[in-house]
């Protein structure tokens, strides 16, 4: 016998209060940057240390001098400086489970908040190091910056109408920025290039990338884990979707900032790494949790690194 179809339309609606709603355990969270700078920097470990600045001696190397016959030896000065490291960057991050969301709610929550919180304040971190980089060759909010297409052209957001001129990174400009941290006696060993995602696509496409990109896939070698995509020059080449936006003069057409540097460039002291706590709060019956950490950052040496500028 054929069913009618009123019987099978009522029947959708009529043992709705027999089905379930599931709801899953797993969360969908925003995805997260690949933050590399506090890996790449030096660090000074200022941990359990009192006092709000370290002082770090800048000594000035001296020079060899010619021994002339019956004449007493030439002495060098000592004309060192110190730079100071100001340990002024106290952040955190605070939220609080109520007694009824605790028993209510999935234990994925609290895995969700305790990691946000260890990503947004190692995101700090990331952002507070791209700011040195605005500074590096003596220059103020990137006006010694160089644009990718050369490495050599001064980054200018009023040219070209006001639209700006940077130019897509090209086997020159990487030549030619290498060859600036080399005049200025910068080591190859601990010099690295990050790029923002943009630049990926045009390095996969130089033939000197290329040839030389062995990407380690366990252990501390995994781009995946670690951002690494490679070599070129001696140079390990990182990914950093934190690379900084910076608009031209026109206010609309945007480019992305990349580095190339020394690891002595800058340098991180931390004087507490990430510290969660938790205590229960009768005012909201609750738990606060809190994370939180104190460090400082400081350009150690200006000529150990250089910005450019990318389309975006």
């Known amino acids: 016998m054929a069913l009618g179809t009123n019987h099978l339309s009522n029947q959708a609606t009529s043992v709705q209060e027999f089905i379930p709603e599931l709801w899953s355990d797993d969360i969908i969270a925003s ?12 660090k000074i470990n200022h941990k359990g240390k009192k006092g709000d600045t370290i002082h770090i001696p800048k000594p000035t190397r001296g020079s060899a001098n010619s021994k002339v016959v019956g004449s007493p030896v030439t002495l060098n ?27 209510q709610a999935l234990d994925s929550l609290r895995r969700f908040q305790t990691d ?83 630049e990926k696509n045009t390095l996969l496409g130089l033939a000197r990338f290329t040839e030389q990109a062995f990407v380690g896939e366990v252990g501390a070698g995994n781009s995946i884990r670690n951002g690494k995509i490679g070599d ?10 934190n690379c900084p936006t910076v608009a031209a003069d026109d206010t609309t057409t945007n480019y992305r900032v990349g580095m190339m540097f020394h690891k002595d460039a800058f340098v ?45």
Not at 87 to 103: G, M, N, P
């Open 31 to 42: 995805y997260k940057q690949n933050l590399v700078l506090a890996n790449l920097v030096s």
């Open 77 to 103: 000065e000592n004309n060192s400086s110190e730079l100071t490291v100001v340990l002024d960057k106290h952040y955190e991050y605070s939220f609080v489970i109520e007694d009824i969301i605790a028993i």
């Open 116 to 198: 946000d919180a260890g990503y947004a304040l190692a995101s700090q971190v990331d952002d507070d190091l791209w700011t040195l980089a605005a500074a590096l060759q003596g220059g103020t909010s990137y006006s010694a910056a160089v644009i990718g297409g050369d490495g050599v052209t001064v980054w200018d957001g009023s040219a070209n109408t006001n639209t700006g001129n940077g130019t897509t990174l090209t086997d020159a400009g990487i030549r030619e920025m290498s060859q600036l941290l080399d005049d200025a006696n910068v080591p190859m060993q601990g010099r690295v290039l990050v790029i923002p995602p943009v």
């Open 232 to 241: 070129i020059y001696g140079m390990e080449v990182y990914v950093s979707t």
């Open 268 to 312: 991180l002291a931390e004087q507490m790494g990430v510290r969660t706590q938790s205590t229960y709060v009768q005012e909201y019956l609750g738990d606060l949790f809190t994370s939180d950490m104190i460090y400082g950052i400081a350009e150690l040496r200006d000529d150990a690194g250089v910005a450019f500028f990318v389309p975006q």
